[in-house]
Every structure is written in structure tokens, then in C-alpha cells.
């Protein structure tokens, strides 16, 4: 049955890929790696027994094993697959286990703090290209991953000053193969779109939910009856990972804080348009909004289905 | 072929439904009366000859005609479908012609000023029972409705003290005739409860969606782009028609400032955790928030699929 993923690669890209940690993304990229033969091998290294088992039952790759060292021998792509807080000790974990040659990647969601825990870890005769692609779910863990998950997203490249071109090229590679788009940008430039397009909306999905939660005139019973007036859209996002989240928070604090002195002041303004009855600078507003959603709409960044799909049934 | 809304009624409830505005709710109102039997006749009324053609199009309705007057001649009862802002004055156009014993309701999602708007118009032989079906979509216009929106959503009747029990029944009945829960509440109880589950939220999104188009040092292409992190999400219900929303606003202002004034000192309280790293208080918010998802997704409000079911294949 076509899965719109296209035929697999004559050659493979890769002898062997070394996932570290195999939750949502790490298994989405192994089962894209698989399907699409874009290596020999596949090796995945967790620490939590639980995942290694939920993998193996999965057959997500060759050999899964508890240690980064086991996983990176041998292999000349290494991509770390862990939260961000934990990035910097599997890199120092898997550096002096780097095959001359070999790529070491990331797929972390701040660029800025992981180039900085990194960098220093990595033999002169391997290459650092780190990675963020652009795509996830709200859950967690190695049954979340799916083949398609990258499939027309963009995976952004944030190569530091002076990295290895053939490398930078070799990793793009794996990344269209993957199902992405490539876009290659300077590290705290990502950290800031990054902070506007995902940080600050979890942020503030976070902090929605948990305002409601404290309500004392409304009851939680009827926060979750009701949301189907919007809240619940605030809901899934504010159920991802917390771990994931601690990390990136921590780890691109500048450029968070600096989005949502923006938000504030806008927010200020738009709550003095409803406190004076301005009916008129709501509705532009409002019909200004419009505009980015068609944008998105029209790159194929969403569908234009309503509800994201929600109808039981139709007439 | 079965669409889970059960077989139709036997005997209608009501003799004739006037609809007085056909976008979004009233012509799903319209789908799910015809589906289920739940009215003799249909007459819709809208003030567009654009709006009117297009429900004549979709055979929405016995009979369309351009002023709420005509519309609820002869109705048993009538439901007034337009923005917040015109209920009061459709209140006034068709007050003169209601039977008696006629039930005038409403879709408003406020409804402290909507009572206070339509009340005064209402005869004394006919009974004013106001209801806000918690349902809905970002889209609008009557080619946007379908038969089961309201199917398993709540339906919130908020009658003014004294109200005729027959009547409030007698649409309870077919609001779970329509495929809704149905809760009473007081008309200033259900303000602050939209408040917070659908207008701050709604409050919100517009906000960082204007935000984000302004940001000088991220372009909208970027922003665009990269809005798979969770910004796309926003978007959609900042895509939400603005004549309503501007309306909401405008008449829910006590409840929705108030809300808004417990979001701000939360989100201080979460910006003061970024920029002193307080990692354990972070984790401890993420992991609060999750269990509110989860009853969401155990009362049937939204479903666990991952992403809304945007996967476009799987492996």
C-alpha cells in the first residue's frame, strides 16, 4: 500500500546509526531509517530498561543496548535522541568512540545551549552538525514514533562556524531522505524563531491550563466538560513531555523571556481594547490573524479541515 | 450507512423551528432537524442574499426568507443564530409575531448581556429559554455546518429566575434530540466558565499569533514554516470568525478581564521560574497539567490520537 514515504534508497546513505535514546523521535527515525534504507545498520542505545524492551518488542533496530559507548562504536552517524538537559553527557559519553569521519548529530530543540555542552567533547576527527526537526506529538516514548513523522516538516541544520561542508551536505541528505525539508541557519537565530513558533505557545499552553485548574469559582469537573470551546486545543499541548520541557526552558531562557515581554505588552494592549469597548481595533485584530493561518494552510503545514478532523460523522 | 446519530424521532418536537441566522450553528441546526426529525418544518431566515442562496443551494431549510419576522410567523420555536452584538435587535424583530406559547432561544456564547438584550422584547405569552450549545468550529457560513456538531458536546441552558419549567424541558428535549449533553446554570456562572474554558483561551491566541507577526528580527515566512512546534495550533483558533469574537469580547468583559487578571499572575509567577532556572517547580506545573487532558479525553471531549490525527500515513 503507497504510504506517500516513496520507494527506499538504492544505497544506503549510512553504514550504521547509532540512535541514543529511542523515545518519539528516536523510533520515528528508526522505522523512517528502515523503511526508507537510508542505513546498513541500526543500533539504539537507551538507559531505561522499560524502553529498551518496548524497542526490542518493536524490532526498532539491529541491536539495542543500555550504554551511548556501545551504540556509537562503529558507527559513522551518531544522533542524540535524549532531552536537552541530558545532551551534554552523552555527547562527552560517546566522543572517544567517534569512528574517524563520523557524523555526531542531535535532534534537540534549543541550539545555542547544546552546541555549547557539545562542541567541546568532539575529536578533531569527527564532525558536530546539529539538527532540530521541526515535529513531534504530545507523547512520549518509543510505541509514539511513526514513520511519517517528518514527513514535509522542516529540519533545521545549525552548523557552528567552520563545520565540515561534506558533512553539513552528508546529514541534509539523510534529513530529505527522511521525508524533510532542510533549511540551514545560525544557532541562536533557530533559538529565536524557535522561541516564537513553539517555545512560547507551549509556555503559555502551559500556564492556561494550570489557571484553570486553580479556578476557585469554577470547578474542574466543569473546565473539562466545557472545553470544547477552544480549551482543549490548550490541553494537548500542555500534555507533553515535562521533562523535554524543564530542558528547553532552562536551555533557551534569553530568548523565551525576550518573546514573552513581546506577548505582555501585546496582551496589555488588547486586554485595554476590551476593558474600553474598542470593537474596532478587535476586529482588525482579529481579521489580521487570518492571514498567517492561510500561509500555513497553503505550505501544507496543516490541513484546512475543521476541527483537526473531530467530526464523528457527517450528513 | 449508520452516522452515530441514532434513528429519527417518530413524532417531531416541534411543529416549526425558525432558524434566524444560517451560518455555522444554525445551518447545523438545520442538518440535524431534518436528520432526526425533530421539527415538522423549517424556516431559516438571514439578512444575506449571499448567506440565503448558499442555504438555498444546500436545500437547508423549507423556506428561506430575509427578515427574523417572517421567519418566526407560525414558529413553535424560534432560535436566534446571529453574532452577539445583533441578538438583541432580532429579539425585537421578532418579538411581535411569536405564538403564544412559542419558545424564543438563542446560540449566544454569553449570556448575562444577551438576557439583559433580549428580555425586555419577549411577550408575555411566549417563554424566553437562552441555551449555548458548547460547540463549534474555526470556520463559518452555512456551507460549514454539519449534522453532527453538537453530537456528545454540551448544551448550557441558563433560564432567568421564574422561567416556565414546560418550556425549559421541552428544550432540553431537543437540544439531546440534537445529540447534546444538557446542563442548567445561572447566567453569570456560565459567563465565567466560558471565560476561562473557551474565551481566554480564544483571548490568547489571537494575542501570540499577532505577536508573532510582528517580531522584526523573525519573518512571517519563518514563522509559517517552522509553526509545526506547536504555533499552528494557535493559529487555527485565531482563525475564528471576528465579528464573533469581537462581539464575545464585548459583552463578557467583567468575566473575561477577570480571568485574564489570574492568567497574568500566573504567567509572572512561570516567568520568574525561567529566569531563575527553577527546574523542579517547572516539572512540577508540566506534570499538573496533564491530568486535565486526561479527563478531557476519558469524558469523550477529544480523542487520544496523537497531533490530531494529522499523520498523513503511517508504517
Redesign the interface.
Known amino acids: 500500500m503507497p504510504?506517500?514515504?516513496g520507494p527506499p534508497f538504492a544505497e544506503p546513505l549510512f553504514n550504521r546509526i547509532a540512535l541514543i535514546g529511542i523515545g518519539l523521535i528516536g523510533s520515528s527515525i528508526a522505522?523512517i531509517c528502515r523503511?526508507k534504507g537510508l542505513a546498513r545498520e541500526i543500533v539504539a542505545a537507551d538507559s531505561s530498561a522499560k524502553v529498551r524492551e518496548e524497542a526490542a518488542a518493536l524490532a526498532l533496530a539491529g541491536r539495542i543496548v543500555a550504554t551511548p559507548a556501545e551504540a556509537a562504536e562503529g558507527s559513522d552517524l551518531v544522533i542524540l535522541c535524549v532531552p536537552v538537559g541530558a545532551i551534554g553527557r552523552a555527547a562527552q559519553e560517546v566522543a572517544p568512540h567517534l569512528l574517524p569521519g563520523a557524523i555526531l548529530s542531535d535532534v534537540g530543540?534549543v541550539k545555542t545551549a547544546i552546541i555549547k555542552a557539545v562542541a567541546p567533547h568532539v575529536p578533531a576527527a569527527a564532525d558536530f552538525v546539529p539538527a532540530h526537526p521541526?515535529?513531534?506529538?504530545?507523547?512520549s516514548g518509543p510505541c509514539?514514533g511513526?514513520?511519517?513523522?517528518f514527513?514535509?516538516?522542516?529540519c533545521?541544520l545549525t552548523p557552528p562556524a567552520g563545520a565540515n561542508p561534506k558533512a553539513i551536505a552528508r546529514l541534509s541528505s539523510f534529513w530529505k531522505g527522511a521525508g524533510a525539508n532542510v533549511?540551514i541557519m545560525d544557532a541562536s537565530?533557530h533559538d529565536?524563531?524557535?522561541a516564537?513558533?513553539?517555545?512560547?505557545?507551549?509556555?503559555?499552553?502551559?500556564?492556561?491550563?494550570?489557571?484553570?485548574?486553580?479556578?476557585e469559582?469554577?470547578t474542574?469537573?466543569?473546565?473539562?466538560?466545557?472545553?470544547?470551546?477552544?480549551?482543549?486545543?490548550?490541553?494537548?499541548?500542555?500534555?507533553?513531555d515535562?521533562?523535554m520541557?524543564?530542558?528547553i526552558?532552562?536551555n533557551n531562557?534569553d530568548a523565551?523571556?525576550e518573546?514573552?515581554g513581546?506577548?505582555?505588552e501585546?496582551?496589555i494592549a488588547?486586554?485595554r481594547?476590551?476593558?474600553n469597548?474598542d470593537?474596532k481595533s478587535?476586529?482588525d485584530?482579529?481579521?489580521?490573524?487570518?492571514?498567517?493561518?492561510r500561509?500555513?494552510i497553503e505550505?501544507g503545514?496543516?490541513?484546512a479541515a475543521?476541527?483537526?478532523?473531530?467530526?464523528?460523522?457527517?450528513?
Open positions: 504510504d506517500g514515504l522505522r523503511r530543540s521541526v515535529a513531534g506529538t504530545e507523547q509514539a511513526f514513520a511519517s513523522l514527513h514535509n516538516r522542516w533545521i533549511e537565530h529565536l524563531v524557535l516564537i513558533t513553539s517555545h512560547l505557545p507551549h509556555l503559555i499552553a502551559y500556564n492556561i491550563v494550570g489557571t484553570a485548574a486553580d479556578l469559582q469554577v474542574q469537573s466543569e473546565v473539562i466538560k466545557f472545553s470544547a470551546g477552544g480549551f482543549r486545543d490548550f490541553t494537548r499541548i500542555a500534555a507533553s515535562p521533562v520541557w524543564r530542558d526552558f532552562l531562557r523565551v523571556l518573546t514573552l513581546r506577548f505582555n501585546d496582551l488588547l486586554q481594547m476590551i476593558r469597548g470593537g478587535l476586529f485584530l482579529f481579521t489580521r490573524t487570518r492571514a498567517i493561518r500561509g500555513i505550505q503545514q496543516e490541513t475543521p476541527d483537526f478532523g473531530r467530526r464523528t460523522s457527517e450528513e
